[in-house]
């Protein structure tokens, strides 16, 4: 059966948001990594770098939802902020960096083979904050990824434990970030997009990195005489973070968050790749093998998702017909009694 136009112009569109996400991804994870790495730029400053993108990205959004006005501010309270956009801030601005830390210490394959212990945790810390109902198959799932991780990590041949730890305590900050946002934002009917996120969080983010900053790495960085910061260099890669961001907004909002989940499963595949064949990290067969046991696991995790969402959107479709069937049966006796009076 031949596709229609019209559908085809929309799976185009929507392989084209998915190719620009993976590339933008792509790109940040990897100039990350050149950047903070000693081997390569040698400007080993993850607070200093993350608070650079958090001061770049909240004013390109104060812009946009400001001057320009292209995206509409949420209304929100002074006490609503603190209690629910602060604490968020808070994890936010820790994940980020020690998610950034990480790269100093480890291969970008070996970041991407942990990262995959995000449902793990999503999964996990929903159960605690009870967002999510426990069930024993699903836990059996998240115990088959954390052992694929574990065999990725035991063939891992530049492993560094506090490069682990830092990582994993990126992916339980973020993991608990957003089920928070569940909890104290989406719970009361609001929703931010990677816009207004920024415009609300960034710099919310940008005050809770320069306590760190003010004590780890500013007295580093003033006698440090021959650092000048390149503008070329930063400004670029800020403009990467924050195009990353408006992929993100595209990508959730032309097709699912589902569908970035599955993207991402193809970037880190090709993050691994180029890690291997263009930095020439070591990847080891048992790295490979753990990975992929892991990968079948989020991708069991992923197709059972989807299988949710479908009969939850079955059953909200069938309460709507059963409510209009109602609506109408009560017109038709309302019709009949109207023309028995007459």
Aim: glycine letters at 4%; charged letters at 15%; proline letters at 3%.
């Amino acid at each position: 059966m031949a596709i229609s136009d019209g559908v085809l112009k929309k799976i185009i569109i929507s392989y084209t948001y998915v190719a620009i996400w993976i590339f933008l991804s792509f790109t940040v994870i990897v100039y990350n990594k050149y950047i903070l790495d000693r081997k390569m730029y040698n400007w080993p400053y993850p607070i200093s770098l993350t608070m650079i993108h958090m001061a770049f990205c909240s004013s390109l959004a104060y812009l946009l939802v400001r001057v320009f006005k292209l995206v509409e501010p949420v209304s929100m309270s002074r006490d609503l902020y603190l209690r629910s956009v602060v604490p968020i801030g808070l994890l936010y601005s820790l994940s980020l960096w020690f998610s950034n830390s990480a790269y100093i210490f480890l291969s970008v394959s070996f970041i991407q083979m942990l990262k995959a212990l995000m449902p793990v945790a999503v999964y996990s810390i929903g159960v605690v904050f009870k967002k999510e109902t426990f069930k024993s198959e699903v836990m059996a799932n998240m115990v088959s990824i954390s052992l694929g991780v574990a065999v990725a990590a035991y063939g891992e041949a530049q492993f560094d434990a506090w490069g682990v730890t830092l990582q994993l305590l990126a992916v339980a900050f973020e993991a608990t970030r957003l089920v928070l946002i569940q909890i104290l934002l989406n719970s009361k009917g609001i929703s931010l997009n990677p816009i207004t996120s920024l415009y609300y969080i960034a710099p919310c983010c940008l005050v809770f990195l320069s306590i760190p900053w003010l004590i780890m790495e500013y007295p580093s960085l003033r006698d440090n005489s021959s650092f000048h910061l390149d503008f070329v260099i930063f400004g670029t890669n800020s403009t990467c973070a924050f195009a990353l961001n408006l992929a993100v907004f595209l990508l959730v909002g032309k097709t699912s968050a589902l569908t970035m989940n599955v993207a991402g499963v193809v970037k880190d595949w090709l993050l691994i790749a180029f890690s291997w064949s263009v930095i020439k990290d070591t990847v080891t067969p048992l790295n490979l093998i753990g990975y992929g046991l892991a990968f079948l696991g989020v991708a069991y995790y992923n197709h059972s998702k989807l299988q949710a969402l479908k009969a939850s959107e079955t059953q909200k479709k069938a309460q709507q017909a059963d409510e209009e069937a109602g609506r109408l049966l009560e017109e038709r006796d309302e019709e009949r009694k109207n023309e028995n009076q007459n």
